[in-house]
């Protein structure tokens, strides 16, 4: 059964950072694209980052390039999100899912985890 944990979501100050941790298991991920996205209160899901876990290739929404990095361990079958300089707009409930191709569409993604908060505020 794959399944997905997100882990590291806390209230933060602006300019403040955070890393995102999300855990994959039951599923061979080598070849697989994670995805981080995150969903603010009465929104829709956005993307947020993903990477493709065989050759490192890494994708930003606008919003958060130069802010944020993706990384993955492929050993341990994780995947993080480091958030620096955080604003209030980056708010949200941040997922983790798997797919196959590097996108911000979540349409694309097919297992999804449960979530992580991230509270930006003073």
């Known amino acids: 059964q794959v399944q997905l944990v997100e882990s590291g979501g806390d209230l933060v100050q602006p300019g403040g950072s955070l890393r995102l941790s999300c855990a994959v298991s039951g599923f061979p991920v080598s070849n697989a694209v994670i995805g981080w996205f995150r969903q603010a209160p009465g929104k829709g899901r956005d993307g947020v980052s993903c990477?493709?876990?065989?050759?490192?290739?890494?994708y930003y929404a606008k919003s958060v390039k130069g802010r944020f990095t993706i990384s993955r361990d492929n050993v341990g079958n994780t995947v993080y999100l480091q958030m620096n300089s955080l604003k209030p707009g980056d708010t949200g409930l941040y997922y983790c899912a798997t797919g196959t191709t590097p996108t911000m569409w979540s349409e694309l993604y097919d297992t999804w985890g449960q979530g992580t908060q991230v509270t930006v505020s003073s």
């Open positions: 990477i493709s876990m065989s050759d490192g290739s890494t």
